[in-house]
């Protein structure tokens, strides 16, 4: 992170944009230079595969080539000299989308490098991105410019001994910040929707199609979880259930409903969505990885079975998906190829059934023998109903303020009515 902090943009964030323009104009001079020195100095072979013979400027290996020259004796110019955890330019966070296609249109190409210290652009914004409207539009434009959202996540410097990450890729933690990002600060609908699901939409458009998928086993996705579903966890968060109860399905399914939103969705995305949305909202386990804490793995293979086993929920659940799924394949099919066939879908029929089933689950609906036979084996209810008889309504909530003396005469009328 100290690397990343000390970019070669961080000291002209209140720079001027002629003064900005001008130091970059003067290192890419200093690169040239190097790059000249460097194709004076080394073999054919050896520039060649530090791609000294493209016009690009040279960035990304710049710490690489000094390192080399300096190995071979040759005297490096202070001015021209880099240091060995020298970051390439577009890893700097602060850069504006102004200042980035001036970089580009000046020759600054190494948007998605990999280097030994860095791990590549990949990793930095995987791992530290902190997401905002203006973040989502530049990773929209990095992405239109080199940046490989299908790229694995590599071990963090931090954690030498981690594994690579299971199938995850930069495009699954970058679809999970933008939905936590969401889900703490509960944007309002005009502040978000104006630029950001613009670029969001196009990025989902660019990863839908590539099927990118982790390899956990979960029912909320079984075959692994899509960037699309890491969206979902970050708006959603069914890893903080404290957090998700009060955020609870507002958000989310407005965000489906929103034709804007909804344009590059496949059929397959809205039967995805279902289902990780009908499994979160029976408060089924997740066996699936938890983003919160990456890298880890997921639920030991043993006890998958024993976990999904436990839940009464799955029988229902499965059942419920089949008829979601004839439901939104009939209005795929339907001549209208607006996006918003699906908006009633989840504005109107998902809502309805899932608190039908709900109801269900809760025993309400059970008869009385039904609810005898369970209590002679030990069932406790949370709500208990006498047998027989209606449960006792509600009282009528205090139409009054507190600071209304109304509140208080309404109180102690229903303590001793006349």
């Known amino acids: 992170m100290a690397g990343l ?12 944009k002629r003064c900005r323009a001008r ?12 790059k000249q020195l460097a194709l004076t100095n080394l073999t054919f ?3 060649t595969s530090l791609g000294l013979h493209s016009s690009i400027v040279l960035d990304s290996r710049a710490s690489e080539v000094v390192r080399i020259l300096r ?27 102004q ?15 990999f280097t030994n210290f ?26 239109k410019h080199g940046l490989d959202l299908s790229r694995p996540l590599f071990p963090s410097s931090r954690s030498p001994q981690t594994q690579l990450r299971r199938g995850v890729c930069v495009a699954h933690i970058a679809f999970y910040d933008i939905g936590l990002k969401e889900f703490f600060f509960d944007f309002e609908v005009g502040e978000f929707k104006s630029i950001p699901l613009r670029w969001l939409a196009s990025l989902l458009d660019s990863v839908l199609p590539v099927g990118l998928a982790d390899n956990c086993r979960c029912r909320c996705c079984p075959g692994g979880c899509t960037p699309l579903i890491y969206l979902f966890k970050g708006i959603e968060n069914p890893h903080w259930p404290s957090y998700a109860s009060k955020h609870k399905y507002s958000s989310f399914l407005y965000h489906i409903s929103v034709t804007e939103m909804a344009t590059c969705w496949r059929v397959e995305d809205h039967i995805a969505a279902m289902r990780y949305m009908t499994f979160d909202a029976f408060e ?20 998958l079975d024993s976990i999904e086993e436990d839940d009464a929920s799955l029988n229902v659940f499965e059942n419920l998906i089949l008829e979601f799924e004839e439901e939104l394949q009939k209005r795929a099919a339907s001549t209208s190829s607006e996006p918003t066939v699906f908006v009633d879908f ?3 029929l998902w809502p309805a059934r899932i608190a039908e089933e709900n109801e269900k689950l809760a025993g309400s609906n059970i008869s009385d023998s039904e609810r005898r036979n369970a209590e002679e084996l030990g069932v406790i209810w949370d709500d208990p109903v006498k047998l027989g008889c209606e449960p006792t309504p509600a009282p009528d909530k205090n139409p009054y303020e507190t600071h209304q003396i109304e509140h208080w005469y309404y109180e102690l009328e229903k303590i001793s009515p006349a």
């Open 5 to 16: 902090s000390c970019g070669h943009l961080f000291n002209t964030g209140y720079a001027t």
């Open 23 to 34: 130091y970059i104009r003067h290192l890419k001079d200093r690169r040239e230079r190097l």
């Open 45 to 47: 072979f050896e520039s």
């Open 71 to 97: 190995d071979r004796g040759v005297k490096i110019p202070q001015a021209l000299a880099i240091g060995s955890r020298s970051l390439p330019i577009f890893l700097d966070h602060r850069f504006s989308l």
């Open 99 to 113: 200042t980035a296609e001036f970089l580009f249109n000046l020759g600054f190409r190494d948007i998605d490098p």
């Open 118 to 143: 860095t791990e590549g652009l990949t990793q930095i914004w995987s791992r530290w991105w902190a997401v905002s409207p203006e973040q989502v539009e530049s990773l929209h434009w990095l992405s």
């Open 284 to 303: 089924i386990r997740h066996t699936c990885c938890n983003p919160i804490l990456l890298p880890q793995e997921g639920h030991c293979t043993d006890d």
């Open 346 to 348: 989840w504005e109107t």
